[in-house]
Every structure is written in structure tokens, then in C-alpha cells.
């Protein structure tokens, strides 16, 4: 079957498609100005799915530093997804993360890259796993609701072992 998407970068043209997915498909919204912030930092780490002329996903990410042992490490962070349910189950949302994790390790050097997600949102769990992420520990009443969160994490660089991970994000868990 032939794709029926594109994936490209954001353009502040596309707003009002990305907040609009946002505000209808999940739970956890954010202000106009939160996504032309991390666009304008990161604008490589910023990607929607669009189908014909409309956009039916999107991916932001952020880049975040930190220190380990008086060394810098730079995290990739995955601050929202979503897809158009319309358009599920059609690799659009692997492609999104695919994108953005070219965009965070080519452009922008992470060495980690981490993600919170539900841990009732088990199509999202799955996915995160096939793409070799792995859950750090829980969260408790991470969102606003009061329902726990998986951190999960993802090594991009040879130096970021799991003591590094421990020592940037484990602070964040409970295991």
C-alpha cells in the first residue's frame, strides 16, 4: 500500500492544524505560544504528518542540558505527539518519532532521548518499544488527572549508559 502522508518540518503556517490535533486528541494542551517556542529553539526537532492539504499529525521535541560528572549531555525531550484517529495505524506515528530522532541526534547531537507517556496508553507503550525505547520507572500522578506516567528513554550516543541515564533522569522516577 502506498503512503498517503508526507512527513515535514513545521512551519508556523501549520499552527492552528497542530493545536487544534492537540486540543482534540489529547488530554495535556498547551498554549500557541509553548509550540512557536520550541519551534523557534528547535526547529528541527519539530515535524507534522500531512494528508493531501491537511495536517493529521505532529511531533515536538525540545533539547534539554544537563550535566553528568562535569561533563555537558544534551537531552532530547518529546514534549507531544498526536495523530488524527482518522489516520491511525498507518505508520504515521512512527514515522513522526523516526523524524524527530534523526532531527535530535543529526542536528542537535542528544545524547538521550525521553519521553513521558501514560501508563494506560498501551498503543503508545508499544510503539515506543518497537522503536527501542524503555520504561526508566513510573511517575506517580504525573498528569493533571492523577494517573501515573512511564518515563521511557532511548541511548543515542555510546557515553550515555545507564548510569548516565540514571544520574540525568532517575531523580524523576519511581522504581
Known sequence: MQKQYIIRRFNPK????VIKLNWVFLPENYPSF???ENYTHWPEA???AES????VGYVMCRVEDKYYRFSPVKLGHVLSIAVDKKHRRRGIATALMRRAE????????VDVIYLEVRVSNDPAISLYKKLDYRVLGVMPSYYSDGEDGYLMVKSTSD??????????????VRK
Open 159 to 172: 557515553r550515555a549508559d545507564d548510569r548516565l541515564i540514571q544520574a540525568v533522569l532517575g531523580y524523576r
Open 102 to 109: 534523526e532531527g535530535l541526534v543529526g542536528s542537535y547531537e
Open 46 to 48: 519539530f515535524f507534522v
Open 52 to 55: 493531501g492539504d491537511k495536517i
Open 34 to 36: 509553548f509550540f512557536l
Open 14 to 17: 501549520d499552527l492552528d492544524s
